[in-house]
């Protein structure tokens, strides 16, 4: 008699196109995203000295270590010396980079070469994701976008066959595994190294309302003393929701929950520490993490649906039950 068909060979199709179409809308929303930056790079403010002063030096340069602000320096002063044919440059190439992910023949070579500008901004134009200065935090915009515009474009790679193998094999997305090692950093980054807690989310918040509109700046002041007040308790509970959803994504039955709850935490920084990348101030050059986390969130959705069993617990290493045909009786 023919062979059974093997238990869920349909679904497994129909995952495979959900998951497909799911991330070809990511990479459609990182598109959008490159295509974003380009037209904020067309703003009358940023043809000024008030972006050479405000995000070449002060956000490169602010509280960095003296070695990196020995290579960062110059670099800022060249840019600042040659700021319409940078800022002219910068757009066209975002643009490129934008219009390349949307067009299936040019995807590769657009991804590649948003990997390697990006890295150049986090270096040079974002300081390291201020990561070195001991003021970095996931709510207020750290390891910095340039970072994660490099993740997201390797999550979004088309075709990754070696990416498929390795998680069909070892049952455990990647998107996933970034996602809790984002937020487990949020919470070490909680731990006093240079400055104490108390000044490190007044200076935040503070510098937050600097580039926020009306009511939001008064908000965000008003954040930054309760912040200086509360410090402790302020870090502890951040840490603390930072922590769980660093973890919790690896319990089966929360890790929807889990990425609900932090996609809600995700905006509210946005809005409250990353004062939306400061798109109201004319100089913002991105809308900073919050999206590009939003994302990566979505994309762990994705792949953890794509990859049910790929708990840490005991579901992911018991053995599937095998279906026999029953034998024909003579």
């Not at 959008?32 to 790079?41: I, V």
């Not at 270096?123 to 996931?138: E, I, K, P």
């Not at 991105?286 to 794509?306: H, Q």
Request: with cysteine.
């Amino acid at each position: 008699m023919p062979a059974p068909e093997r238990p869920g060979s349909g679904s497994d199709s129909l995952t495979s196109g959900a998951k497909g179409l799911g991330l070809r809308w990511l990479r459609w929303s990182l598109a959008a995203l490159w295509l974003l930056d380009a037209a904020l790079q067309l703003q009358p403010g940023m043809f000024t000295r008030s972006f050479a002063g405000n995000v070449l030096y002060n956000s490169a340069l602010m509280y960095q270590p003296r070695w990196l602000e020995q290579i960062l320096y110059p670099a800022a002063q060249l840019e600042a010396h040659n700021l319409t044919a940078l800022t002219v440059g910068i757009c066209c190439l975002q643009l490129a980079i934008g219009i390349g992910i949307l067009w299936p023949r040019t995807v590769r070579a657009a991804l590649a070469l948003s990997m390697l500008w990006a890295a150049a901004v986090w270096v040079f134009g974002q300081g390291l994701g201020f990561m070195a200065t001991g003021t970095a935090m996931v709510e207020f915009g750290a390891p910095g976008s340039a970072l994660l515009y490099i993740v997201l474009a390797l999550l979004v790679w088309p075709g990754r066959t070696t990416h498929d193998r390795r998680a069909d094999s070892s049952g455990r997305p990647w998107a996933a595994w970034v996602w809790s090692g984002f937020w487990g950093l949020g919470a070490l980054l909680h731990i006093p190294v240079r400055y104490s807690a108390a000044a490190v989310l007044a200076y935040n918040f503070q510098t937050a309302a600097q580039l926020q509109p009306g009511a939001l700046s008064s908000f965000d002041y008003s954040l930054a003393r309760f912040a200086y007040q509360n410090s402790a308790s302020v870090s502890i509970i951040l840490a603390a929701l930072e922590l769980a959803l660093a973890v919790l994504i690896w319990v089966p039955n929360l890790r929807r929950p889990t990425l609900g709850l932090g996609i809600l935490a995700t905006a509210l920084f946005w809005v409250v520490g990353q004062a939306m990348g400061g798109v109201a101030t004319g100089i913002a050059t991105d809308p900073s993490t919050g999206p590009l986390v939003v994302l990566l969130g979505l994309s762990a959705a994705i792949e953890l649906k794509s990859h049910p069993r790929s708990a840490l617990g005991a579901g992911a290493l018991l053995p599937t039950r095998r279906h026999h045909d029953p034998q024909p009786s003579h």
